[in-house]
């Protein structure tokens, strides 16, 4: 079972931040939270993971709370590209088991 | 560097059948993890493979079975098809390197009729 909880859908306007909240209070000590996207039925897409810190790279930022007990990621200027599944995942650090949820549905609108 | 390779892309069998999927993982990657998705249960992972051995495994009865050769190459075998098994299978390939993000494949999209 999937160890976080994401809202089901989400809209966003063109060239405006999108902020994808994840809520994962069991999370252990030794996992990291991932977040992967799908756009209409392709495999999934590597974003972003981190441990605790807040970490960014070209694709988008996370945020990490203090607690470790949920996360945001943004996507800093979202194209009508972004239009995707979204999912959050958490997972050991070494364990490739990822127990994906059903995630949250983008929308990015002209 | 090219990336994960599934083949083939659709398939249609009928039930009873058995079935055999194919993913080439990215280059120098040494584990190769399958999973199914369906509408209705979503994303679920079917096992992983390393080195030649399979070092995780879901919940999925022994239909479903897999294997890795010696140059990373990975094969899943579907036995005695049931209509429930019709799904988009797709197989990630990660790196034992410093971020074990994996790497998707398309899937290959098998119908049972």
């Known amino acids: 079972d999937a160890k976080t909880t994401q809202p089901p859908s989400m809209d966003c306007a063109e060239g405006r931040a999108a902020n994808l909240p994840c809520n994962h209070s069991?999370?252990?000590?030794?996992?990291?939270v991932y977040w992967y996207r799908q756009i209409h039925s392709q495999g999934p897409q590597y974003i972003i993971h981190?441990?605790?810190n807040n970490e960014t790279n070209e694709m988008a930022s996370l945020i990490i709370t203090e607690d470790r007990k949920s996360s945001t990621l943004i996507l800093p200027h979202a194209t009508l590209r972004d239009t995707a599944v979204y999912y959050c995942?958490?997972?050991?650090?070494?364990?490739?088991?990822?127990?994906f949820g059903a995630g949250t549905r983008l929308t990015v609108k002209p | 560097k090219a990336g994960v390779t599934q083949t083939p892309r659709y398939l249609i069998k009928t039930r009873g059948q058995q079935v055999t999927l194919s993913c080439s993982p990215i280059s120098g990657h040494r584990s190769v993890s399958w999973y199914q998705q369906t509408p209705g249960q979503g994303l679920q992972f079917l096992f992983e493979y390393f080195s030649e051995t399979q070092r995780n495994k879901g919940n999925f009865p022994g239909r479903f079975s897999g294997r890795q050769f010696s140059n990373s190459r990975s094969e899943m075998n579907v036995s005695t098809l049931e209509l429930g098994d019709s799904a988009l299978y797709l197989c990630a390939s990660s790196s034992q390197g410093a971020t074990y993000e994996q790497y998707f494949g398309p899937g290959t999209r098998l119908t049972v009729t």
């Open positions: 995942i958490v997972r050991a650090y070494n364990n490739n088991d990822m127990r």
């Open positions: 069991t999370i252990s000590g030794n996992e990291y």
């Open positions: 981190g441990l605790k």
